[in-house]
């Protein structure tokens, strides 16, 4: 599934920069998604993987302290850049003669710019708080990466509950800002939509944002699953498995999602790399 997750977020990168008709808003966002994911899951799965295969499943305080921060940074940045992308369909379908002034060159880069910086700003602000707590007694993480609730575990003192709660609502703010965003981007979206005399018209319309409506609520239904569930649901082993669904399952079916469900680029794909390989196929 790994493996998967990466080649199909490569060969996404690889067909927008290679095919100059996916030169556009969509797929620059598209493309900066598919590099969040591709480093999200690199911060995770790998290290994971040799814990399993391996006898000596130590991590050291540094290598600890670094797998939270660029695990967080990209994660973060990729929700930042799906509510990038449903402003982008709003702009698209909502006001379709601004949509060029609206969305130049200039201002895309911007939006990715400052989706990383979030990002960055999060991931940095987080580790920062959890890592200058002292750890006391065992030093055993009860999870496959260094997470926010298994180091408030081990974490002593009287600033352990204040910086519990902290970090609680800057993650929550963080996803439900970028997710209410997002339904308030659909809600204009859907009312368009619905004012559009052919059926054949609404249908084009709405086929624009199939594939990314999909992936967010792949994305925030795991995510709701491990950040907003009541405390004391699940046990240490079941919190573990649910975290694999969203650290996992997410990055493998977005690439699914996205190719199959896009027209556009699944012809992209067929034409850049397909037609080099099977040529009398396509």
Not at 9 to 33: G, K
Not at 50 to 77: E, K, N, V, Y
Not at 100 to 112: E, I, T, Y
Not at 139 to 154: D, G, I, N, R, W
Request: net charge positive; hydrophobic share 50%.
């Amino acid at each position: 599934m790994y493996l998967f997750a990466l080649l199909g977020n490569l060969l996404i990168m690889a067909t927008v920069w290679s095919e100059r008709s996916l030169h556009t808003p969509m797929y620059l966002f598209l493309c900066a998604l598919s590099i969040s994911e591709v480093l999200y899951t690199f911060a995770i799965i790998p290290r994971m993987l040799a814990d399993l295969l391996s006898t000596d499943r130590s991590i050291s305080f540094t290598a600890c302290a670094s797998q939270m921060f660029f695990s967080f940074t990209p994660g973060f940045t990729h929700s930042f850049l799906l509510t990038v992308m449903g402003y982008d369909r709003y702009v698209a379908i909502c006001h379709p003669l601004r949509y060029n002034l609206l969305m130049s060159p200039r201002g895309c880069a911007c939006l990715v710019a400052w989706s990383w910086v979030g990002g960055l700003f999060i991931g940095l602000l987080v580790t920062s708080a959890i890592f200058h707590l002292p750890f006391c007694g065992l030093s055993e993480v009860h999870h496959f990466l260094c997470h926010v609730p298994p180091l408030l575990k081990l974490a002593c003192g009287n600033n352990v509950p204040g910086v519990a709660l902290g970090v609680g609502v800057v993650c929550i703010t963080a996803l439900l800002g970028c997710f209410l965003l997002i339904l308030l981007s659909y809600a204009f979206i859907v009312s368009t939509i619905l004012r559009i005399p052919s059926t054949e018209g609404r249908h084009k319309a709405f086929s624009t944002c199939a594939s990314h409506l999909t992936v967010v609520v792949v994305h925030y239904s795991f995510a709701s699953v491990i950040y907003l569930k009541p405390k004391g649901l699940y046990s240490e082993e079941g919190n573990t498995l649910m975290a694999i669904t969203y650290t996992v399952l997410t990055p493998f079916l977005s690439p699914i999602i996205f190719s199959l469900r896009n027209k556009e680029l699944k012809i992209a794909i067929k034409k850049t790399f397909l037609s080099k390989l099977y040529p009398s196929s396509i």
